[in-house]
């Protein structure tokens, strides 16, 4: 019995079969090029998203998704329970390194062209998951039920209502009925804490299946040159490095979620005017002002409606972009490239803008 | 297998009844899960309040009372008659408040502004704040949508 971890694994192997896949990831070449740091960042956004997991379900034990107690649970959670004021603020600061990663994600393999052939469906998977983050961090922000959040979700759920046709029965599902109410808190718990999750962990076993069978893409002119592109290991060399990387965020998670815990208002009255500055989470920004600077009237049409439609249409594009983006390395696909540095630029100008 | 002068084999014939099968029954969950999830929703025709609630009011003030699940506002004009609104922004559904000094509704979510009567004169709003009917009854003050007779 002196080797019994190893007779162990051999009697699970037995069993699972699971070395098929550690000789799988010890043979996976991970390319080594001047774009490789992008590749770190889909890592990050998994230990991120673990972090939400794990504090969720802790924040789940106090949490009462109620009219009359979600606000005072929240408190208590901020005051009585020992810790909760840090698990708290982890999630709340971990929702927004999760979405900065997956933003920075998306755009590096916009500009870096990953997308292309045969990644087609991975891009369009990731497109989703970005589409979860932002419903998660929508959905979670109405739950500590104060003003702010009130009206917050009041004007993101009214913003389908503008879309022809279908707009209206999108925001009667969004609320559970014509108005914010306690109808809408109990709606965006199940949909934060049980539909999402579900969700969001069957599009990432597409993603992460998608990302192993058709392994790591190389630089595009290194690919239409021929070159070879010097490799590492998956595991452990690749993995070592993701860990450091690892250690480093967490630690300034940590340092951040310990300095600056996110406040909580008073209890939400769905009777009163609206506070002022009423502002979304940070990576709804650049929409919020884009909605704002649109005049209510274009021409004979609502100036929301054009500018939901705009945004609508620039969601499919994104969604599309493999597709469109079908002759990466001519005049059309640098084009698109640029578009990528435009949108970065488009969406940090208003953000700041919306602060000012 | 397939008989000589059949138009298809036993399996064909047999997915197709089990698929049709499934198909329809799924079909059939669709409905009430659609059901289930749009709550019916009907706004209040009128709501009853008590006169003597709102008799008091200075005029050119205003006071809040319960829409349905929206903030209704009433307001008591110089002349002493009555406008009453349903207190949500015609933009994007914010709660508005009402300024005395300015005479003037304002909605702190885009900036949106409206005059006393309702008007919309400034940001986003594309449409004034909608009115309701107000009926004094005493001891009752009735507040109806318009288009309840
Ligand atoms: C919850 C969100 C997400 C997680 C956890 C995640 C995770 C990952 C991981 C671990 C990788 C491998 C390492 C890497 O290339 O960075 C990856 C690659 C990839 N991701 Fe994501 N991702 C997410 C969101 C997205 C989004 C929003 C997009 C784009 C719209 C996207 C598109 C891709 C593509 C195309 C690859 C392959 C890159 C290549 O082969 O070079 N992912 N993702
Ligand atoms: S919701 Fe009132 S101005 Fe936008």
Redesign the pocket.
């Known amino acids: 019995m002196k080797n019994w971890p190893k007779e162990l694994s051999i009697w699970l192997d037995d069993r699972f079969g699971l070395s098929a896949i550690t000789q799988f990831l010890k043979e996976k070449p991970v390319p080594q090029h001047k774009h490789s740091i ?6 990050a ?2 230990l991120f ?1 673990v972090i939400q997991v794990v504090t969720g379900f802790m924040l789940i034990l106090y949490y009462k998704p109620t009219l009359d107690a979600a606000n005072a649970s929240v408190a208590r959670i901020m005051t009585e329970v020992p810790l909760g004021w840090i698990i708290r603020s982890v999630h709340s600061w971990s929702s927004t390194f ?1 979405i900065a990663f ?1 933003f920075i ?2 755009i590096s ?1 916009w500009l870096t062209k ?2 292309r052939k045969p ?1 087609e469906i ?2 369009m998977s ?2 989703f ?2 589409a ?2 932002l419903v998660f961090g929508f959905t979670g922000y109405l739950l500590p039920w104060d003003d702010l959040s009130l009206s917050a979700t009041k004007v993101g759920t009214d913003i389908p209502r503008s879309i022809p046709v279908v707009g209206a029965w999108v925001t009667k599902l969004l609320r559970g009925g014509g108005d914010v109410t306690g109808d809408t808190l109990t709606r965006f718990f199940g949909i934060h804490v049980c539909i999402l999750p579900i969700f ?1 962990f069957l599009l ?1 076993a597409i ?2 299946y998608l ?1 192993q069978k ?1 392994g ?2 190389i630089p595009l002119d290194a690919e239409t040159r021929n070159e070879d592109v010097p490799t590492i290991p998956f595991w452990p060399n690749f993995v070592y490095r993701e860990m450091v990387v690892w250690l480093v965020l967490v630690g300034i998670l940590f340092s951040i979620a310990i300095v600056f815990p996110p406040s909580l208002d008073k209890q939400a009255d769905l009777m009163a005017a609206a506070p002022e500055g009423v502002k979304p989470e940070w990576y709804f920004l650049f929409l919020f002002q884009t909605l704002k600077i649109f005049p209510a009237k274009i021409l004979f049409v609502n100036g929301d409606s054009v500018a939901v439609l705009i945004m609508l249409l620039a969601g499919l594009f994104i969604f599309f972009l493999p597709v469109i983006d079908n002759k990466p390395t001519e005049r059309k696909g640098k084009i698109i490239t640029a578009l990528g540095y435009v949108l970065v630029v488009y969406a940090l100008i208003m953000s700041v803008w919306s602060l000012l | 297998m397939k008989l000589k002068h059949s138009l298809f084999t036993r399996r064909q014939f047999l997915n197709g009844l089990f698929g049709g099968w499934i198909t329809a029954l799924l079909a059939t969950f669709i409905y009430p899960v659609v059901k289930f999830i749009f709550p019916a929703y009907r706004e209040p025709d009128e709501v009853i309040l008590l006169f003597s609630d709102f008799e008091g009011m200075a005029p050119g003030s205003v006071k809040r009372f319960p829409w349905g699940s929206k903030p209704g506002i009433l307001k008591k004009n110089d002349d002493g008659t009555y406008l009453a609104f349903v207190g949500v922004c015609t933009h994007l559904d914010c709660n508005v408040a009402y300024l005395p000094e300015q005479k003037k509704f304002f909605c702190a979510c885009h900036d949106g502004w409206y005059d006393e009567y309702g008007t919309n004169i400034g940001g986003p709003p594309a449409h004034p704040l909608r009115r309701l009917v107000v009926e004094i009854a005493a001891p009752d003050l009735i507040i109806k949508r318009e288009d309840v007779e």
């Not at chain 1, 992008?38 to 890592?43: E, F, H, K, P, Q």
């Open positions: 992008w590749l770190y960042t889909g890592s956004i998994l998203f999760m997956v994600h998306l393999i990953s997308y990644r991975t891009w990731g497109v998951l970005l979860c983050s969001i990432l993603h992460v990302i058709k790591m893409s």
